[in-house]
């Protein structure tokens, strides 16, 4: 079975200071994981993904995750936010195998408030 | 931006009659998605589809269903609508059973009075 748990739906931080976005995974094949971007009234920005290759992923506006299978987590991480990091993010899994193959699965996302 | 154009973007309908929302792209992408979101349960899949004539149903797929009879248009039927599908539907695409990337359209937003 497939899962993702955003551990925090809502997290807010002072411009400047960095950012954690936590969430774990099950899988029960080895997934992809992907870090979404929505703005309001937007569609979704792909930010990152991981996809069987290096566990530090680097995405786009300095984001960046690290894959631990240990703990199942894929973690969003920034040195720095900024005002515009303000939105609404997802962590989603996709199983590269099996009867859900080609599927996503979307945790329910946490919500970033950036002061300034 | 992938060429991804879901119409309407906007759409209030009354409960019981029927509403079809349509997703066209232009990627010649595989593979077409439908799902919704609504606060707190994040986005959720209603149908999708891995070629002409080929879907199959996702988490949420009563009350729902879906056509494709081109590659590049993906319809969602909402036969009687009810108030509990009021909500914001996705498109999505992507060119292999094993996800590398995906690519969403602007949204529905969909009000049932």
């Known amino acids: 079975a497939q899962s993702v748990t955003q551990l925090d739906s809502h997290v807010s931080v002072s411009e400047g200071t960095p950012v954690l976005l936590r969430c774990n995974y099950s899988?029960?094949?080895?997934?992809?994981l992907f870090w979404y971007v929505q703005h309001p009234n937007k569609g979704l920005q792909l930010l990152l993904k991981?996809?069987?290759?290096?566990?530090l992923v680097k995405g786009i506006n300095g984001f960046e995750a690290e894959f631990k299978k240990s703990e199942t987590s894929f973690h969003l991480t920034k040195p720095s936010a900024h005002m515009s990091d303000a939105a609404e993010y997802f962590c989603?899994?996709?199983?590269?195998?099996?009867?859900?193959?080609?599927?996503?699965?979307f945790g329910r996302g946490t919500q970033l408030t950036v002061w300034p | 931006d992938a060429g991804i154009t879901q119409s309407p973007r906007h759409k209030v309908t009354e409960t019981g009659t029927p509403v079809t929302l349509r997703c066209h792209q232009t990627?010649?992408?595989?593979?077409m998605y439908w799902y919704r979101q609504d606060p707190g349960h994040g986005l959720r899949l209603i149908h999708y589809?891995?070629?002409?004539?080929?879907?199959d149903k996702g988490e949420v797929s009563d009350g729902y269903s879906v056509s494709r009879s081109k590659t590049e248009d993906f319809l969602l039927t909402l036969e009687s609508a009810t108030s509990s599908q009021t909500s914001v539907y996705f498109c999505?695409?992507?060119?292999?059973?094993?996800?590398?990337?995906?690519?969403f359209g602007q949204g529905t937003r969909l009000t049932v009075v």
């Open positions: 989603v899994v996709s199983p590269e195998r099996g009867s859900t193959l080609g599927r996503l699965y």
């Open positions: 899988s029960s094949y080895s997934p992809s």
């Open positions: 999505a695409i992507s060119d292999s059973r094993v996800i590398t990337e995906a690519f």
């Open positions: 589809s891995y070629g002409v004539k080929d879907t």
């Open positions: 990627e010649n992408h595989r593979y």
């Open positions: 991981y996809t069987s290759a290096a566990t």
